[in-house]
């Protein structure tokens, strides 16, 4: 069994319906749900938009392996309603987004999957949440711990 954490967003709809609703999703197909975090509201990153996205994260224990685990999420995003994933830096307003932030401790660099999810250090609507359930956790890549990730973060935005 693996240890992973996904990123979940939403800035349509129900927003956190469509959080709850992604969960269900996760711990009915990719494994247990052993921790969430809160959900929080925050600005859209990497593009504009009037819509605030709504964002947690989930920590799961799943038997996927990480080509299925982005197959499974991909499907989960699609009949969620999520048109197409973001690529080439242009982000759109979606429905739900389950990114894999953690895969045990796996670096991976796949034409299709990057692992630990590339952005992750640079998120602060990602590491918020992945703070509040896994702030000791360290970065396979960086070998920091989330919550120092976090602070690295907290400071570059206020300098």
Same mark, same amino acid.
């Given at each position: 069994?693996?240890?992973?954490?996904?990123?979940?967003?939403?800035?349509?709809?129900?927003?956190?319906?469509?959080?709850?609703?992604?969960?269900?999703?996760?711990?009915?197909?990719?494994?247990?749900? =052993?921790? !969430?975090?809160?959900?929080? &509201?925050?600005?859209?990153? @990497?593009? +504009?938009?009037?819509?605030?996205?709504? $964002?947690?994260?989930?920590?799961?224990?799943?038997?996927?392996?990480?080509?299925? =685990?982005? !197959?499974?999420?991909?499907? &989960?995003?699609?009949?969620? @309603?999520? +048109?197409?994933?973001?690529?080439?830096? $242009?982000?759109?307003?979606?429905?739900?987004?389950?990114?894999?932030?953690?895969?045990?401790?796996?670096?991976?660099?796949?034409?299709?999957?990057?692992?630990?999810?590339?952005?992750?250090?640079?998120?602060?609507?990602?590491?918020?949440?992945?703070?509040?359930?896994?702030?000791?956790?360290?970065?396979?890549?960086?070998?920091?711990?989330?919550?120092?990730?976090?602070?690295?973060?907290?400071?570059?935005?206020?300098?």
């Amino acid at each position: 069994m693996a240890k992973v954490f996904l990123g979940l967003g939403t800035n349509l709809g129900e927003k956190e319906k469509n959080l709850c609703l992604a969960i269900q999703y996760i711990e009915k197909r990719i494994g247990k749900i =052993l921790s !969430r975090s809160a959900f929080y &509201i925050t600005p859209p990153w @990497g593009f +504009v938009s009037d819509n605030d996205f709504l $964002n947690g994260v989930v920590e799961v224990d799943s038997s996927c392996l990480p080509e299925e =685990l982005l !197959r499974i999420t991909r499907e &989960i995003e699609t009949e969620m @309603g999520r +048109v197409a994933k973001s690529a080439d830096g $242009n982000y759109t307003d979606r429905m739900i987004d389950i990114d894999i932030l953690l895969y045990d401790d796996l670096i991976l660099d796949t034409e299709g999957l990057t692992l630990p999810h590339p952005y992750l250090h640079e998120r602060l609507f990602v590491l918020e949440p992945l703070a509040e359930i896994a702030p000791d956790y360290i970065h396979p890549v960086f070998k920091k711990s989330v919550s120092t990730l976090l602070s690295d973060i907290q400071a570059d935005t206020t300098a």
